[in-house]
């Protein structure tokens, strides 16, 4: 029997090709709480890039760039975990050639990856909707409120060492934190809002007019420091996220063909055996090939 009769008999007793959805659901929600348990360690040791924390500006870049390497680790442990398990658990083909086999592995894994990746975005979406519903319900709506991110600086500028009784700075604190968040952009603070916060400090604190001028640009200098740390850290974190999410798909290929090939008895692919001068042998064994 020729090479191309053997190739075309293949084709004939090939099996239709689906997908098993029962090991890539198994694996996908391996994939996610594998994920869930590295986020949450790595939130507990301080790998953050942003926090509701005043301190966190004070964090240097190298852990803002040390939480995404950890971010995109994270991803290829638990991506990698997931596609093992897509491979390892799904049934194996008879009279099917080894390359279809690895192939059909490794799509088994892209999908346990999607699946993991759709449950994330489930979770995540439900717990920023249960956080604004309460956020809203037993808080002050955002307008009567200053932005979180300048709280602190709110805080500064308007301290005083006497202030009077009952004084209501709600709406106060939510038109100087509007004010502030104009610090980044290209033109700065206008000379209109900076004489109105200088009045302001002025009336809340009784300083008067050289040192209310002096905390105004303190705090103007600080608040426009701070949105531009908190850009940066957001760009890090979706960047991270992009990258974390591109090698878990590929991650979790290899991941599938290794928990394939350990499915059919055949030893782990060579990038996952370790070498060195007390193991030197290399292993000779092929995946059998059907039978014409």
């Known amino acids: 029997m020729t090479t191309i009769e053997t190739a075309a008999e293949l084709r004939r007793t090939d099996p239709a090709w689906h997908l098993a959805w029962s090991p890539i659901v198994l694996s996908a929600l391996t994939a996610t709480a594998v994920s869930s348990i590295l986020i949450a360690f790595g939130a507990a040791v301080g790998l953050g890039v942003s926090s509701a924390s005043p301190t966190w500006r004070d964090a240097l870049v190298a852990l803002w760039l040390l939480s ?3 971010l995109i680790l994270a991803a290829l442990v ?3 975990c997931g596609g093992y398990l897509a491979g390892r658990a799904r049934p194996s083909y008879d ?10 592995d490794g799509w088994h894994g892209v999908a346990s990856w999607a699946v993991a990746v759709v449950l994330s975005a ?20 955002p307008s009567s409120s200053e932005p979180v991110i300048l709280s602190y600086d709110v805080d500064h500028l308007l301290r005083a060492q006497r202030r009077l009784p009952n004084a209501e700075l709600g709406a106060i604190r939510a038109e100087v934190g509007r004010v502030l968040l104009t610090s980044s952009s290209h033109s700065g603070v206008s000379a209109d809002d900076h004489a109105f916060l200088v009045q302001t400090v002025s009336t809340v604190t009784g300083l008067t007019g050289p040192d209310a001028e002096r905390r105004v640009d303190t705090v103007i200098a600080d608040s426009k420091r701070a949105i531009t740390r908190a850009r940066a850290s957001t760009i890090i974190l979706a960047f991270s996220i992009a990258t974390s999410l591109l090698l878990g798909v590929i991650a979790a290929w290899a991941g599938a063909e290794a928990g394939g090939r350990h499915r059919d008895g055949m030893p782990p692919p060579a990038w996952m055996q370790h070498r060195s001068r007390f193991n030197r042998r290399r292993d000779a064994w092929q995946r059998p090939m059907p039978v014409p």
């Open 68 to 70: 995404g390497i950890f």
């Open 78 to 80: 638990s991506f990698g």
């Open 95 to 104: 009279g099917v050639a080894a390359e279809d086999v690895e192939r059909r």
């Open 122 to 141: 489930i979770v995540a979406a439900l717990i920023a909707i249960s956080t604004i519903g309460r956020a809203s319900a037993l808080t002050a709506p």
